[in-house]
């Protein structure tokens, strides 16, 4: 069985930074695709970065371009999001999660299809005060 947890989430005011850790449990790193996403209330899901764990490459929505990073710590099975000068809209519920696009590379943005595919966590809230 493969477990995703989230956490590091939590609240920060406008222009502050937070951590998010999501450990992969059940699954050994490979060929696929970490990825963070979040969801506000009344919002659809949205992708802001990826990693693709076979060489490390990121990808990153344009809207957190330059304030979000993704690092990964593979001894740990690992995944992060490290997110910087934080703004109030991005207050959400930030879920990772382990996909499987082929061509060797990530995304942002996913098929239904695929997304269903892939292993979920169950979120960390982040609240960003103005």
């Known amino acids: 069985q493969v477990y995703l947890v989230e956490s590091g989430g939590g609240s920060v005011q406008a222009g502050g930074s937070l951590r998010l850790s999501c450990v992969v449990s059940?699954?050994?790193?490979?060929?696929?695709?970490m990825n963070w996403f979040r969801q506000a209330p009344g919002k659809g899901r949205e992708g802001v970065a990826a990693?693709?764990?076979?060489?490390?490459?990121?990808y990153y929505a344009d809207s957190v371009k330059g304030r979000l990073t993704i690092p990964q710590d593979n001894a740990k099975n690992t995944v992060y999001l490290q997110m910087n000068s934080l703004k109030p809209e991005e207050t959400a519920m930030y879920y990772c999660?382990?996909?499987?696009?082929?061509?060797?590379?990530?995304?942002?943005?996913?098929?239904?299809?695929?997304?269903?595919?892939?292993?979920w966590g169950q979120g960390t809230q982040v609240t960003v005060s103005s």
């Open positions: 990693i693709y764990i076979g060489d490390g490459s990121t």
């Open positions: 999660a382990v996909l499987f696009p082929s061509g060797g590379r990530c995304y942002t943005h996913y098929s239904a299809a695929l997304l269903d595919f892939g292993y």
């Open positions: 059940g699954y050994t790193y490979s060929s696929n695709c």
